[in-house]
């Protein structure tokens, strides 16, 4: 079965603290893999995918296909990074073209 | 950034009534989603569409129901048939490929 774990529901850490959001996965085939973020009184938006290989507002995530897991980090967490983040493996075409969502992790950023 | 609206903002719901959820895109997308949101359990996709006049029931399609008569509006009816609608609903599009999804601004749907 499909399915993503984010196993932390909360994680609080001070400014400047370095942060890691976990996302396990389980999927048939060769997901894409992404994380949206949803801040307070805002839509739902794409934060990374895994193919761009970019950083964004100092984000990254690798993708370990041997441990299927994507972590979301950052080394220096900042107030307005405070958000429910979200991983989701995507596959390719007709209904595997669906995102799979996993429950969220709440980031807190404390100054 | 227009892309997709949604309306209403807010909604309430009487007992054994019917409402319908609006969505709408100018992004020229196939694809359109119906998520459910609610608090500790992330989001669920309820229906999706991949193209005009066809859709596709998610994991928690039951007590909905959509339409797809045009390519840019895929509007949600919740039934009195769904006995716990009081949530928050998203609705999202994609062009296709390995391409994200883009989303609303949501729908919150209470019961009076």
């Known amino acids: 079965a499909q399915r993503v774990t984010q196993p932390e529901k909360l994680l609080s850490v001070f400014k400047g603290a370095p942060v890691e959001l976990k996302c396990n996965y389980s999927y048939s085939g060769s997901p894409e893999l992404f994380w949206y973020v949803q801040y307070s009184r805002q839509r739902l938006q794409l934060l990374l995918r895994h193919i761009s290989r970019e950083s964004i507002k100092g984000f990254t995530a690798d993708l370990n296909k041997g441990e299927t897991s994507f972590h979301l980090k950052k080394p220096f967490a900042q107030e307005e990074d405070s958000a429910m983040y979200y991983c989701?493996?995507?596959?390719?075409?007709?209904?595997?073209?669906?995102?799979?969502f996993g429950k969220g992790t709440k980031l807190s950023v404390k100054p | 950034d227009g892309g997709i609206t949604q309306s209403p903002k807010y909604l309430f719901r009487k007992e054994g009534q019917n409402v319908t959820l609006s969505c709408e895109q100018n992004?020229?997308?196939?694809?359109m989603y119906w998520y459910r949101q609610d608090p500790g359990q992330g989001l669920r996709l309820i229906y999706y569409s991949q193209i005009v006049n066809d859709f596709q029931k998610g994991d928690i399609a039951e007590g909905y129901s959509v339409s797809r008569e045009k390519k840019e509006s895929f509007p949600l009816t919740v039934t009195s048939a769904q006995k716990n609608p009081t949530a928050f609903y998203l609705c999202?599009?994609?062009?296709?490929?390995?391409?994200?999804?883009?989303f609303g601004d949501g729908t919150r749907l209470s019961i009076l």
């Open positions: 999202a599009s994609r062009s296709g490929g390995h391409q994200p999804q883009h």
């Open positions: 992004l020229n997308h196939d694809a």
């Open positions: 989701a493996p995507q596959g390719y075409g007709g209904s595997q073209g669906n995102l799979i």
